[in-house]
């Protein structure tokens, strides 16, 4: 009997303990609301080549600050986000590169792509995207590289209050300051 009333007093401690961690706990750390924050980038840059041992480059460069690329990483606008060299320290066949904006700031915005190592496997198609992060396409076409260490514009265009400034994209070359020597 005494055996059965401290089964009883510690199955209703339990069950109290139980209670507690269902109902009060959730209230001390509750659900996480929806964050507000945008995913990074307000403009977004992307190439995209066959498989193989092929390294590409993607520059990026808005107004006169120095180019973003593979030696340099990130600038005041632009930022790299991969650096890709084809099979080279890389486990899957896929290759890309993509870049992205903070902010959209005034000015000429210009997009290259560079075969950095293509000797043997030219022409190269990359497949060239320009994307605003609201989803909408500033240009979509392919580049052909046709031999090691071409460059080629891909597109520039201006911005101006956050959007596209009508007929103001060509892909008539720019060379870009990188800030090389």
Same mark, same amino acid.
Request: hydrophobic share 45%.
């Given at each position: 009997?005494? #055996?059965?009333?401290?089964?009883?007093?510690?199955?209703?401690?339990?069950?109290?303990?139980?209670?507690?961690?269902? &109902?009060?706990?959730?209230?001390?750390?509750?659900?996480?609301?929806?964050?507000?924050?945008?995913?990074?980038?307000?403009?977004?840059?992307?190439?995209?080549?066959?498989?193989?041992?092929?390294?590409?480059?993607?520059?990026?460069?808005?107004?006169?600050? @120095?180019?973003?690329?593979?030696?340099?990483?990130?600038?005041?606008?632009?930022?790299?986000?991969?650096?890709?060299?084809?099979?080279?320290?890389?486990?899957?066949?896929?290759?890309?590169?993509?870049?992205?904006?903070?902010?959209?700031?005034?000015?000429?915005?210009?997009?290259?792509?560079?075969? &950095?190592?293509?000797?043997?496997?030219?022409?190269?198609?990359?497949?060239?995207?320009?994307? @605003?992060?609201?989803?909408?396409?500033?240009? #979509?076409?392919?580049?052909?590289? @046709?031999?090691?260490?071409?460059? #080629?514009?891909?597109?520039?265009?201006?911005?101006?209050?956050?959007?596209?400034?009508?007929?103001?994209?060509?892909?008539? &070359?720019?060379?870009?300051? #990188?800030?090389?020597?």
């Amino acid at each position: 009997m005494i #055996r059965t009333l401290i089964q009883d007093v510690l199955l209703a401690m339990l069950l109290g303990v139980a209670a507690v961690i269902m &109902f009060i706990l959730p209230s001390v750390n509750p659900a996480a609301k929806d964050d507000p924050a945008q995913l990074p980038g307000n403009l977004v840059a992307s190439i995209a080549w066959p498989a193989g041992p092929i390294d590409v480059d993607l520059w990026v460069q808005q107004g006169d600050d @120095l180019a973003v690329g593979y030696s340099n990483k990130s600038g005041r606008v632009w930022s790299l986000l991969r650096d890709d060299l084809g099979t080279a320290n890389d486990d899957t066949p896929l290759n890309y590169e993509s870049a992205f904006t903070r902010g959209l700031p005034d000015g000429e915005y210009a997009i290259n792509v560079r075969c &950095f190592g293509c000797a043997g496997h030219v022409p190269v198609p990359v497949s060239v995207e320009v994307r @605003l992060a609201e989803g909408g396409v500033v240009w #979509r076409g392919t580049v052909d590289l @046709l031999k090691d260490k071409q460059e #080629r514009t891909a597109i520039r265009f201006r911005m101006a209050n956050g959007q596209v400034v009508p007929g103001s994209a060509s892909s008539v &070359f720019k060379q870009m300051k #990188r800030g090389e020597g």
